[in-house]
């Protein structure tokens, strides 16, 4: 159903973002020039990142390499203790698009995600669409969400997730300013439409690709339970499971943007 879409945006969209200029959605260009991967984004490259797991040392870029991120959204919640539980026993690292005042009424598991190796990007205080922001705006919606991660973990977020893929040539401009790069996905199982937590392994684990993102969100029970059977089976096809910034490495300079699928509502 998504294998499409998956391969499509799995041949990782690399765009500098700056020449955009019609409003864009879970990544499709609005006018965007599109480059070719270039360095300048080197993972850890601004602050003091916590190292409390070892870093993948595979190429993912080389010839037949099967890498794939795991990423969710929303959080933290309920549910995110579960879900570090399952990933801390699968010796799986992740990455966590948190939402700004979600961190804040639970700031222990942002903490505690930081401190089992998981890299901690910006998804936002208040999950609103960014292109619909004012300059303002943007300032309380990334900066502050910034702010918020580096009181928590000491390492300021390196990527940004747009709530909704929604995104336009002010907010390439403002994510550019700060030396951060936008990042979408290309494998979604649609998880807050459908609570089942087969069907969403079944499908991510069908459409996954290599240098892939998956996109789940934490903030759902069914979402967290098919974790385990994501990972077995991505495993089981000879993937290895890495960070964003392992996976996008020095391929997407800073102002950038990587992966993305045509949009929808979260």
Known sequence: MLGAVAGLALAATVATGCGETSRSVHGQAGGGKVDPPKTGHEPGHETGRPAAAPASTIDCWAKGAKCIALTFDDGPGPYTAKLLDTLKQQNVRATFFVVGKNA????????????????????????????????TGLTEQIDGTNDVVKQLTGATPRYLRPPYGATDGQVAA?????????????????????????????????????????????????????VPKIIEGLRAKGYTFVTVSELVGAH???????????????
């Not at 222990?108 to 995600?113: A, C, F, G, M, Y």
């Not at 998981?118 to 669409?129: K, T, V, Y």
């Not at 300079?253 to 509502?265: E, I, L, M, S, W």
């Open 104 to 135: 804040k009424a639970d700031p222990d598991l942002v903490k505690r995600e930081a401190a089992e190796g998981h890299e901690i990007e910006n998804h936002s205080m208040s999950h609103p669409d960014l292109a619909k922001e004012s300059k």
């Open 174 to 226: 403002h994510v550019k300013k700060l030396g951060m790069t936008q990042i979408f996905w290309g494998i979604d199982a649609f998880d807050w439409k459908h609570p089942d937590a087969s069907y969403v392994s079944d499908q991510i684990v069908s459409d996954a690709a290599p240098k892939g993102i998956v996109l789940l969100h934490d903030i759902h029970p069914t979402s967290v339970d098919a």
């Open 252 to 266: 997407v300079p800073v102002g950038g943007r990587y992966g993305g699928a045509p949009g929808r509502k979260e």
